[in-house]
C-alpha cells in the first residue's frame, strides 16, 4: 500500500480532489491496473449504525460490527472491490486478492487513525462450499465504497474508489465530494412512531427433529465414531409485515453490551444478523489472541443465585469436559503454527446478559510469516462449534441437522491494512429475509447428554434473539 502525504481536510475542495484523483490514474494507466483509493478522515463523534441505518437499502451489500462494552463499531457499505471463493483454499485464496490488493491501494489522510485505511470486510461460511441457493457465497470479502468507524472517542469515515486506467473522473469526485460533505453534518431522520410501536406477529416453524439429532449423535458418541458434535436447531418465523434488520441489531446491542453484535448484507435482500459471545481470532501489533468457548448454564435470578450456578458451572465434568477438547484443539492448532500459546491454567466464567460459559483465553506472538488469515485457516471451525474429531463430526453435521447451516457458526470479521483484524463466530444468529427469518442456535453433545437437555440448552440461546425479533 502506498500512503501519501497529503491531508484531505487541508485542500478541501472539489478541485483539489479531481486533482488528486487525477494522479492516481495516472498510476492506474502506468501500471496498467486498476488502483483502490482509500481517503481517511477523522470527524464528528457518530453512531456507526445510526449512520448506516440512516443510509439503509436492501439492494446494497453491508457489514457490521460492534462491542459496546469497549466502545468499539465499524460499519461499512456498498462495495468498491470485492472477490469470492469456495472449496479447502478459500482462506489462502482471499489472502491472495487481500494482498494484491493492498498491493494497488493508494491511501492518504488519517491512515493511521484507529480504522483508518481500507478495511476488508470477511466472511466465511461453516463449510468450504454451500449447497445450491444459498445467500451467501462460501467465503466472501470486499471493500466497501465508505465505512465508519468509533474507537472511544475517535471517529474515523472512509472513503474507498477503484480508480481504472479509462476512468471517468467527474462522477468519482462528485461521489467522494458528497460522502465528505455528508458525515461533516450527518442528518439522522427517525422511523414513524407507528412502526416502531406496532408488535409484530410471528408464525412460527422448526426446522428437523432435534431431539432424534442428538440420540443419533450420542449412538455415534457411544460407538466410537466422535467424542463431541455440535448440533443446531433452526427455527423458522414468518412476521406480518418486513423485518428491518439493523433495528433487530440495535436490540441485540443493548440486550448484550458484551458480544459482538453485528450484520452482514449481501445485497440481495438477505442479512446475517446476531449477537455472538465467541471470538474466534484476533490480531494486533504482532499478538494474537483467541480463546475456547464451551459448556453452558443459565443466569440466576439473583446475585446468590447465579454464583450458585456459575459454581456449578465449573465443577461440572460434563462441561469441563467438553470444554476442554475445545482448548486442546485450539492450542494444538497453534503450535502447528509453529507459535507458543500462553493460556491460563484453569477455567473463568463468562457472563452474558442470559447465560454463563466456561472460558479460557489464549494468545501468542505472531511471527512475520504467519499471518491472520493462516490462523483463521486453521482455527476453523473449533470443537466449540464442529466437533472432536473436527473432520469425522464436521461430516456428520449435514445429515444430522437436516439443513444447511451457510454462515451460522462462520467465521466473520475485517483485515485492515496493517495485517491486523479481527473474527468472531456467527452465533445466537438469524437469517433475515423480508417478513421471513431464520434462527439458529447449537449445543455440544458429548457422553453424558441428553435430547431433553440440550434441547433446554437450545431454548435458552433461542430466546436472545427471538426477543429481539419480536421487540
Known amino acids: 500500500m502506498t500512503i501519501l502525504p497529503l491531508n484531505p481536510a487541508d485542500n478541501a475542495s472539489p478541485e483539489a480532489l479531481r486533482a488528486f484523483l487525477g494522479q492516481c490514474r495516472d498510476a492506474a494507466v502506468r501500471t496498467g491496473r486498476p488502483k483502490l483509493v482509500s481517503i481517511s478522515l477523522a470527524v464528528d463523534a457518530l453512531d456507526p449504525l445510526a449512520v448506516l441505518e440512516s443510509i439503509f437499502e436492501p439492494d446494497e451489500p453491508h457489514f457490521y460490527a460492534e462491542r459496546p462494552d469497549i466502545a468499539t463499531a465499524i460499519a461499512g457499505a456498498e462495495t468498491a472491490a ?7 483454499g478459500r482462506f489462502a485464496a482471499v489472502q491472495r486478492w487481500v494482498d494484491e490488493t493492498r498491493e494497488h491501494t493508494i491511501a492518504v489522510g488519517d491512515v493511521a487513525a484507529p480504522f483508518g485505511g481500507p478495511h476488508f470486510f470477511t466472511a466465511f461460511t461453516f463449510a468450504d462450499e454451500v449447497e445450491p441457493g444459498e445467500p451467501f457465497a462460501a467465503a466472501r470479502v470486499f471493500v466497501p465504497r465508505w465505512q465508519i468507524a468509533r474507537a472511544g472517542a475517535v471517529t474515523t469515515a472512509v472513503a474507498n ?36 410501536l406496532t408488535p409484530l406477529r410471528f408464525s412460527t416453524r422448526e426446522a428437523g427433529d432435534y431431539r432424534a439429532a442428538v440420540s443419533r449423535a450420542l449412538a455415534g458418541i457411544a460407538g466410537g465414531e466422535f467424542s463431541k458434535i455440535v448440533l443446531a436447531r433452526a427455527q423458522d418465523l414468518t412476521a406480518d409485515r418486513p423485518l428491518h434488520p439493523l433495528r433487530v441489531l440495535n436490540g441485540l446491542r443493548q440486550r448484550f453490551p458484551d458480544c459482538y453484535a453485528f450484520s452482514l448484507a449481501n445485497g440481495c435482500g438477505q442479512s446475517f444478523i446476531g449477537a455472538s459471545p465467541e471470538r474466534l481470532v484476533r490480531v494486533s501489533k504482532g499478538m494474537l489472541e483467541t480463546e475456547a468457548l464451551a459448556g453452558s448454564i443459565r443466569r440466576g435470578a439473583g446475585a446468590s443465585e447465579d454464583a450458585a450456578l456459575a459454581v456449578a458451572l465449573l465443577g461440572s465434568e460434563k462441561d469441563r469436559r467438553e470444554q476442554q477438547f475445545v482448548l486442546e484443539s485450539v492450542l494444538g492448532r497453534l503450535t502447528q503454527l509453529g507459535l507458543t500459546p500462553v493460556f491460563p491454567d484453569r477455567p473463568a466464567i463468562r457472563r452474558l446478559a442470559n447465560v454463563q460459559h466456561l472460558q479460557t483465553p489464549v494468545s501468542a506472538e505472531l511471527p512475520e510469516n504467519v499471518r491472520l488469515l493462516d490462523a483463521l485457516g486453521l482455527l476453523h471451525p473449533t470443537p466449540a462449534v464442529g466437533g472432536t474429531p473436527q473432520a469425522t463430526a464436521v461430516a456428520r453435521i449435514r445429515g444430522l441437522e437436516g439443513f444447511p447451516r451457510g454462515l451460522y457458526a462462520g467465521a466473520l470479521g475485517w483485515l485492515n491494512a496493517r495485517g491486523g483484524g479481527e473474527f468472531f463466530v456467527g452465533l445466537r444468529s438469524a437469517l433475515v429475509d423480508g417478513a421471513a427469518a431464520r434462527v439458529y442456535a447449537g449445543a455440544g453433545i458429548v457422553a453424558g447428554s441428553t435430547p431433553e437437555k440440550e434441547f433446554a440448552e437450545t431454548e435458552l440461546k433461542f430466546k436472545a434473539m427471538l426477543d429481539a425479533l419480536r421487540a
Open 82 to 88: 470485492a472477490f469470492a471463493a469456495h472449496g479447502p
Open 161 to 196: 474508489l477503484l480508480v481504472a486506467p479509462d476512468a471517468d473522473l467527474a462522477p468519482l469526485t462528485e461521489r467522494v465530494w458528497r460522502a465528505h460533505g455528508k458525515f461533516h453534518g450527518f442528518r439522522f431522520q427517525a422511523p414513524a412512531p407507528a412502526e416502531l
